[in-house]
């Protein structure tokens, strides 16, 4: 069985790569990196021309779709880029997995939902509310989920979404733009102050879990009609307390931690998620807490990253 992950040199793709590979699937990894390696072809997107030769050459039976502009702040600062990479390139695939048969597995996020306060998020909402993403990213998000609505149910395309919640884990590298938690670790471990928004609420999930979900969705999601799931962990906890975590792990002061209010546009205060869906659609469960997580993430960063960076700077 043949396997595409668009974006595979990714946080997410370069894992679940690695995970299918182990389980005796055939895997090829598409990015815009220049390599030259064994399963490995360049290809960007939004360039039809450059994807279709994949799907020819390989006989493509499944897609993960991970390639992306991602991040609220990016999507921001580049909102033509975030539209044109998230949406069009998208559809690119959805017209190539038409024309070979194949099955496309997106990558949505937890940011559709937009602000809807403690409400639990359940993935029925997306069809019983006007949901109003806080951001281009949500949006562009939202956006192709509707088309791949509409391609699966006008002209039989087989597609599902996971909408990931606040994942994190080895192989993120800190960065402005990417996850709290990366950033966090990364401050703490050098005795830096983070700050940290006051009254937000997440359920952080680790990376090893999302990439058991997303194969779970490839081997047991049904095969008729368009379905979204939500991946991550049903642990909400607020940013305070997984700041504090991360001091207690690492071994330092919580005095590093600055609180303040968080920005009044943009962002989500609480994200308070459902799994229900897929723990009985898929069998899928988050099995690693968080202060597990944590200290695995810690161990990573100063082993990989602490040095690498710092010599940069």
């Known amino acids: 069985m043949s396997v595409l992950i668009t974006g595979g040199l990714g946080v997410i793709g370069s894992k679940l790569a690695i995970h299918l590979r182990s389980r005796g699937y055939e895997v090829v ?23 279709a030769p994949i799907f020819e050459k390989y006989n493509i039976e499944h897609v993960f779709h991970f390639a992306g502009e991602v991040g609220r702040e990016n999507g921001e600062e580049f909102p033509r880029r975030c539209i044109e990479i998230n949406e069009s390139g998208t559809i690119n695939l ?9 099955r496309l597995y997106f990558a949505s996020s937890s940011e559709i939902y ?37 391609f699966v ?31 966090f670790i990364y401050n703490i471990l050098q005795d ?38 939500n991946i991550g962990r049903d642990d909400l ?34 994200k308070n998620a459902s799994f229900e869906k897929a723990l009985k659609d898929l069998g899928y469960e988050s099995k690693i807490p968080v202060e597990e997580g944590i200290r695995r993430t810690i161990e990573w960063q100063r082993q990989f990253v602490l040095n690498r960076f710092t010599e940069r700077e």
């Open 29 to 51: 990894i598409s990015d815009k990196n220049i390599l030259k390696q064994d399963g490995y072809v360049r290809g960007d997107v939004t360039r039809y021309e450059e994807l």
């Open 94 to 102: 959805v017209q190539l997995c038409l024309r070979y048969g194949a």
């Open 114 to 150: 937009g602000e809807l306060g403690s409400a639990k998020l359940t993935e029925d909402l997306a069809d019983r509310l006007v949901l109003r993403p806080t951001n281009i990213y949500g949006w562009s998000k939202l956006h192709t989920e509707n088309y791949l609505r509409h």
């Open 153 to 183: 149910e006008n002209y039989g395309l087989r597609a599902m979404s996971f909408r990931f919640f606040m994942v994190y884990g080895e192989g993120e590298y800190p960065s402005p733009y990417r996850s709290a938690m990366t950033n």
């Open 192 to 229: 830096k102050p983070i700050t940290v928004h006051r009254g937000t609420y997440r359920s952080w999930c680790y990376i090893d879990d999302v990439i058991e979900g997303c194969r779970l969705i490839m081997e047991r999601g049904p095969n008729n009609g368009y379905q979204a799931y």
């Open 237 to 270: 906890r607020s940013t305070e307390e997984i700041a504090k975590l991360v001091c207690q792990i690492a071994g330092k002061p919580t005095s590093l931690i600055q609180i303040v209010d968080p920005p009044k546009k943009l962002l989500t205060k609480v």
